[in-house]
């Protein structure tokens, strides 16, 4: 009888790992394009940058970023492929608010233990995100830490590097008085502002995950785990065949924070919170965690996942173009003057 590794009984099963390439193998390879060199395996991944000649001034963007304690969640339920098209909505999606196409991603996964299946569910969830936004999966890494994590926990996160011509770069710069305000629908409460989810529907609540909730028509694990929109190939699109000035990709820190992010300082955003309803999950967690709305307005994203701002006139093309892409839309609000330098970028009104 073969006897364990000094390694494999410190805990660090390297058959495992070897096991769970060999599983995520074919859904990597579905990522491919033409500009990767070589397989999966190596100490790097290559992609080809000559690709790239044909942009006149190129500039490269990169992002990096995880999915959070919403893992707590697929651990419990032990469904792992929807947390992969988290890590690359929340990586990608930040990419493109600059107006940059994505080219290749890399992933990391830290355990407890290897468990081949699970890792390859992670990584099947990854990659099916990466071909639905048009992104390489070029590699990536997986740990095992036995003493650091539990045998059942694991983290992920991601970073990916994008490309955008240097007099294509979308931003505050761009945004003028008079501008549009386009709110594009989350899928629900995306990656963010779980650990006051957990909090209060779990702890506080003690709702069961497998409990069927009226108001959400479907048990709570299923309304938590339902992947973030993907944004990225949606807004490239309109990018392309309208005049756009900037992009917010609505994450921590909610509407307000993130959209002030892109607005110029001689100049405010006024969202008028009656063009929407957030979906029933956003109320249900304020409702039973009594949280005030400022707090919970600064916390998830209320309904909206991505803004627009783009110039008025083009504001029934983005929102048409985004429509027929299967993305609702609509137009929340408008860029005017700041009165006072003390003034908040972002104004949030009820009308």
């Known amino acids: ?46 992609w080809d940058a000559s690709a790239l000649k044909d942009y006149r001034h190129p500039v490269l963007a990169t992002s990096t970023d995880g999915v959070g304690t919403k893992v707590a969640i697929a ?6 492929d929807t947390v992969g098209y988290d890590l690359v909505g929340m990586v990608v999606d930040d990419l493109v608010v600059v107006g940059a196409k ?32 048009g992104v390489t999966l070029l590699g990536g890494e997986t740990a095992e830490h036995p003493g650091l994590l539990g045998a059942d926990e694991y983290d992920v996160a991601g970073a990916a590097t994008a490309v955008v011509e240097r007099d294509a770069l979308l931003g505050a710069h761009r945004v003028c008085a008079g501008d549009s305000v386009i709110a594009l629908a989350s899928s629900g409460l995306h990656s963010n502002g ?39 190939a949606d807004c490239l699109a309109v990018i392309e065949a309208e005049a756009v000035h900037a992009l917010s990709h609505i994450t921590g820190g909610g509407l307000a924070n993130n959209l ?17 309803v957030p ?40 929102i048409a173009h985004l429509g027929a892409r299967g993305v609702a839309a609509w137009q929340a609000g408008e860029i005017g003057s700041r009165l006072e330098p003390t003034d908040d970028a972002v104004r949030l009104v009820s009308r």
């Open 1 to 46: 009888m073969t006897q364990p590794s000094a390694y494999a009984l410190a805990g660090v099963d390297i058959r495992a790992g070897d096991r769970a390439v060999e599983l995520m193998k074919h859904y990597v390879a579905a990522t491919n394009r033409s500009e990767v060199i070589g397989g999966l395996g190596g100490f790097a991944g290559l």
């Open 75 to 80: 651990q419990a339920l032990d469904i792992h």
């Open 102 to 133: 994505p080219l290749f991603m890399t992933d990391y996964i830290a355990c407890g233990k290897v468990v081949p299946e699970r890792i390859a569910s992670i990584v099947k969830g990854i990659a099916a995100a990466c071909v639905e936004v």
């Open 194 to 232: 779980f650990s006051l989810v957990r909090k209060v529907l779990l702890e506080q609540a003690k709702i069961g995950l497998d409990t069927h909730i009226d108001e959400l028509g479907r048990s709570l694990g299923e309304e938590l785990l339902t992947p973030t929109r993907l944004y990225t």
């Open 260 to 276: 002030a992010r892109v607005i110029p300082d001689h100049l405010q955003a006024v969202i008028d919170r009656s063009t929407w």
């Open 279 to 318: 979906a029933p999950i956003f109320t249900l967690v304020q409702r039973l965690g009594a949280i005030s709305q400022a707090d919970v307005e600064e916390t998830l994203n209320m309904g909206v996942g991505m803004v627009i701002i783009c110039p008025e006139p083009s504001a029934a093309g983005v």
